[in-house]
């Protein structure tokens, strides 16, 4: 996923899923058992960065403790009650909330701030009630195509049905039991999705199909639909199979083979420049193609997790030496991203061209409660996994805690189309 859409996309959203949302994706609040009582007076308290975050505060805050999580940073209690809050009774969350009012019928549920929370709030224990909450509402709002759109009954797109796929991934649900009532399930609608081998953009995802029904390779979403058609989540891990990916031709392919395609794809784009390119926006008269940082960052990982981290080295470089200023500009997401890109080809994110990224994520948001250093991965081993599993904490968490107890902190950790800007 990109950081998040542009104010321009999120605000023409917004207004047309403000009449389209249903009533009963919006219920009163019901917040997990051990957040704190009282309602903050201010309801960014514990929120990473400071821009407005009206478009992607939940997003922002769970991609912020999943690029945590895999440098073993525990973030604060505060921080952590800020994202449980956001959660309405029906287990659905907006991209953002004023808690201090109930849920009610404007509250727009979005999909990918509900799949990306989950995916954060798996990582601690204590939080299964909400993560369960959280996967009954996106169960239930699935399309019969058997994907999802960016809000409920909205027409199913790439980006949200691969962050949903990795919500359910790491909420440890069989991912062939998500099939929708008409019999279809999500890598149908992936593999529906997908550029067939030996056109153009043989291999690549389009977003929608177009209104002319015809299919428009899009970078964005070709990086997520590879996550999401191997099933996996936004903090991936990563492995090497030797072998560079091939497109494979024909149709009832099966997802791995969707993916490799994807794959393929991302791999000649990245190939001379090291980059991606942001798509035009509507109505713009620029003609020379600008980097795409987010999108960038995110094909390294997709092609990380897919077998492929050689091939994701020269964006890595790229990144290393172009992305300091965007990620400034950006904020928490944009670094979030890039520590994911670099977790998952075993480059150092704490010095990630001469840069801390991890250092500079904590910065944005409150203080964290405890941070170790990851012990020394050996030379030629692979970086471990990002998901832990379903059993809902992984080893950081565990040291995380050790750390806060000794300290006497008394802090016991209770057991998501397109955009380019983000809130800092």
Not at 333 to 343: D, F, K, P, R, S
């Amino acid at each position: 996923m990109t950081v998040r859409r542009s104010a321009a996309a999120l605000a023409t959203t917004a207004v047309l899923l403000a009449f389209a949302a249903p009533a009963a994706t919006a219920a009163s609040p019901s917040p997990s058992p051990s957040v704190s009582a009282a309602v903050p007076a201010d309801p960014h308290a514990g929120l990473y960065g400071t821009s407005d975050p009206t478009y992607d505060g939940v997003w922002r805050q769970s991609l912020a403790f999943l690029a945590q999580k895999i440098e073993y940073v525990t973030p604060s209690v505060e921080a952590v009650d800020w994202l449980r809050r956001q959660q309405c009774d029906s287990g659905a969350f907006a991209s953002y909330r004023d808690v201090r009012e109930p849920c009610d019928a404007s509250t727009t549920a979005d999909t990918n701030a509900t799949a990306a929370a989950v995916q954060a709030l798996a990582e601690l224990t204590g939080e299964k009630p909400a993560v369960e909450n959280a996967i009954d509402w996106l169960a239930s709002v699935q399309n019969d195509d058997g994907g999802w759109g960016y809000s409920a009954g909205s027409s199913s797109d790439a980006n949200s049905t691969a962050v949903v796929v990795g919500a359910f991934a790491r909420a440890g649900k069989k991912l062939a039991d998500m099939t929708s009532p008409a019999g279809h399930t999500p890598y149908d609608l992936l593999r529906g999705l997908a550029l067939p081998c030996g056109g153009e953009d043989g291999g690549a995802f389009a977003y929608q199909p177009d209104k002319k029904g015809a299919l428009v390779a899009n970078a964005d979403a070709t990086a997520a639909a590879v996550l999401g058609t191997m099933g996996k989540g936004l903090a991936a891990g990563s492995s090497n199979a030797g072998t560079a990916p091939a497109c494979t031709p024909g149709t009832g392919l099966t997802a791995e083979q969707t993916a490799q395609n994807g794959a393929h794809w991302l791999t000649a784009a990245l190939a001379g420049s090291g980059h991606l390119d942001q798509a035009p926006m509507p109505g713009s008269d620029t003609t020379t193609p600008q980097p795409d940082f987010g999108n960038t960052a995110d094909a390294v990982v997709a092609l990380a997790a897919s077998g492929h981290r050689d091939k994701a080295a020269s964006a890595v470089a790229w990144l290393e030496k172009n992305s300091g200023a965007w990620a400034e500009q950006s904020g928490p997401a944009a670094y979030a991203q890039l520590i994911l890109a670099a977790h998952a080809t075993g480059t150092d994110a704490r010095d990630f061209g001469g840069t801390d990224l991890v250092a500079r994520l904590n910065a944005t948001g409150p203080a964290p409660a405890a941070t170790a250093l990851p012990s020394p991965t050996p030379t030629g081993a692979q970086p471990a996994a990002a998901s832990t599993g379903s059993s809902g904490v992984g080893v950081w968490w565990m040291v995380g805690v050790g750390l806060a107890v000794g300290a006497g902190i008394g802090f016991l950790l209770s057991s998501r189309r397109k955009a380019k800007d983000a809130g800092r």
